[in-house]
């Protein structure tokens, strides 16, 4: 088997369940800047020196890979993909997750106004991701927007996620 299957060299590419599309289709633009929330999450996890907080990006990161399977799944899929992989989704319960994660973080760290990123790697690299969270998070609201189905969880949890990312950065 090969990675290279040459089928994207006409600029289109699949979604879940085969659907071709092109590789500026809104969703794939959308579940792409979740893959690179991913990468900066890992580029976090390498450089934090906290163990638990390695263990709660990796398990981010998780969930990231199951939002992006959705956000590849056309609206006509949608439920398709739910009876087989709805188990495995964003679900409310890892939004209130995050947002404990935040209060719990809250109380540690002192809000004094803005600052620069880039005193330690680590808080640069949370910075980094944090911006492209926003980014994702903006895509997810877009997509929503132009009328494809896009579950108020995944939103959420961008959400959640970007304020967590803040008070990391924070504490790296």
């Known amino acids: ?44 996890r390498a450089h934090c ?9 990796l398990e981010i990161q998780k969930q990231l890979i199951q939002m992006m399977a959705e956000l590849a799944t056309d609206d ?22 995050l947002g404990a994660l935040v209060i719990e973080k809250e109380k540690g760290i002192r809000f004094e106004g ?5 005193e330690t790697v680590a808080e640069a690299f949370f910075d980094q991701a944090r911006t492209t969270c926003r980014r994702a998070e903006r ?15 995944l939103i959420q949890y961008l959400n959640r996620l970007a304020d967590l990312l803040w008070l990391w950065a924070k504490e790296n």
């Open 1 to 44: 088997m090969t990675i290279s299957t040459k089928r994207g060299d006409d600029g289109s590419t699949s979604l879940l369940f085969g659907k071709r599309v092109s590789k500026t289709h809104p969703r794939v633009m959308t579940y792409g800047r979740v893959d690179e929330l991913s990468s900066a999450l890992g580029l976090c």
């Open 49 to 57: 020196s906290d163990t638990a907080t390695k263990a709660q990006i």
């Open 76 to 97: 006509a899929d949608q439920p398709r993909y739910h009876e087989k992989h709805g188990a495995n989704a964003v679900q409310p319960e890892a939004v209130a997750a």
């Open 114 to 118: 803005w600052t620069y990123a880039g």
């Open 139 to 153: 895509g997810l609201v877009a997509l929503k927007e132009s009328g494809a189905t896009v579950r108020p969880e």
